[in-house]
């Protein structure tokens, strides 16, 4: 049997990465879906478009009962409700998103149980960053005896190839302070604070700030013993970073505003267009884990780099999907990527997209 895939947004720049990543590495046939009445893009042979407004919720659950996979790209997840996982556990089909939301992954991890007892898996926050990122963790702990250290930075060129959700998505987490594990303690981060500048694979130099990210609160579960973890996110150019940095000092009543939001975002996102001209639409990460070996103090650094943004993310997604289909990921419940993913699935599912991380040698940290 052929297994059918449902890919809930799948007509914007995520999903259709997803479609494309799906049709490269399954044989599933795929739905896409969307709000308008006729589909806005070119479909391929085994693609099929269907108009669904996920406000609908007798329509939207017509549609998961007739697939095998559910991926929902429909965001930003920060207004989503947890409708679609929900019924995805009560139907007993797989389920996984790309979630961008810290608040909608925490709802949706208190479902672990209920996913469980159904016997259904689900993968939150599939994708490049989080995703990749996270199993590039994993990997690189595997490798310690005792891991203390988490030290995660990105930097994406203009729009990174995404649509205009990814620029509401950002205005958005610059609403309220988050909360971060330095040292063991769980401290009160502004959004858009400590400005760092690193280099990254292809960008060289480049500024990131604090961002309240999944993988923040994902790796602090999965790994309890890491004393700090720290997530960074930059722009290219620069001056994106310094207009950013400047919304965030605004009054949180204005960030609160859904016209500005929606404004700032629209306004972003034209400017993207004409700058990813010459920043190009490419996702940079840069991951240092430090920890011990042999109670010797040892730091590995390692890094990833895409030309394309939401291509990566699209893999990132697809490589989970196509496990699943292929029954190599099974375990019921609700999981973050590094909580599910074997690193030697992860590491052959990226060698078979041509993916590569880049890892430096262990760096002693004695004096």
């Known amino acids: 049997m052929i297994p059918s895939v449902l890919i809930l947004g799948g007509t914007g720049r995520i999903g259709q990465a997803v479609a494309t990543d799906l049709r490269s590495h399954t044989h599933a046939a795929i739905t896409l879906t969307g709000r308008r009445r006729h589909c806005p893009i070119a479909l391929h042979s085994r693609e099929h478009y269907l108009c669904l407004n996920l406000a609908d919720v007798a329509a939207v659950e017509r ?17 989503r409700s947890l409708h679609v996982l929900q019924t995805c556990l009560r139907q007993q089909i797989p389920y996984l998103d790309v ?38 963790v994993r990997q690189s702990i595997e490798q310690l005896d005792q891991a203390d250290d988490i030290h995660l930075s990105y930097l994406v060129g203009g729009s ?13 987490e610059l609403q309220t302070p988050f909360l971060a594990k330095q040292q063991r303690q ?10 760092e500048v690193l280099r990254f694979p292809e960008f060289g130099q480049g500024g990131v700030y604090w961002f309240n990210t999944i993988e923040a609160m994902t790796l602090a579960e999965s790994f309890p013993d890491v004393q700090t973890i720290t997530t960074k996110f930059g722009s290219v150019p620069d001056l994106y ?6 919304v965030a000092q605004a009054p949180q009543a204005w960030l609160r505003n859904p016209q500005l939001i929606e404004f700032l975002s629209q306004v972003s996102y034209r400017m993207t267009q004409v700058s990813d001209r010459w920043s190009g639409i490419g996702i940079a990460m ?9 109670q010797q103090p040892i730091r590995l650094e390692s890094s990833f780099y895409s030309p394309d943004t939401a291509a990566a993310a699209g893999q990132g997604a697809g490589l989970v999907a196509q496990l699943i289909l292929e029954k ?6 609700v999981w973050s990527v590094e909580q599910v993913l074997p690193t030697p699935l992860f590491q052959a599912s990226m060698e078979q997209r041509n993916l590569r991380i880049t890892a430096g040698p262990p760096t002693s940290m004695r004096n």
């Not at 401290?187 to 400590?194: H, L």
């Not at 970073?241 to 400047?246: A, D």
Request: glycine letters at 10%; hydrophobic letters at 40%.
């Open 241 to 246: 970073n310094h207009l950013t940095w400047l």
């Open 186 to 195: 769980w401290q009160t981060i502004r959004p858009y604070s400590q400005r």
């Open 99 to 136: 979630a961008d939301s810290p608040d909608y992954v925490k709802q949706a991890l208190t479902l672990r149980d209920q996913a469980i007892a159904q016997g259904v898996i689900a993968v939150v926050s599939t994708g490049v960053f989080p995703g990749i990122s996270c199993s590039m």
């Open 286 to 294: 840069r991951l240092a884990v430090s920890g011990q070996v042999n």
């Open 328 to 333: 190599k990921l099974t375990r019921p419940g």
């Open 63 to 79: 549609a998961i009962q007739t697939h095998h996979l559910v991926i929902h790209c429909a965001g930003p997840f920060r207004d």
């Open 160 to 172: 990174g190839g995404a649509g205009v959700t990814v620029m509401r998505t950002t205005f958005l």
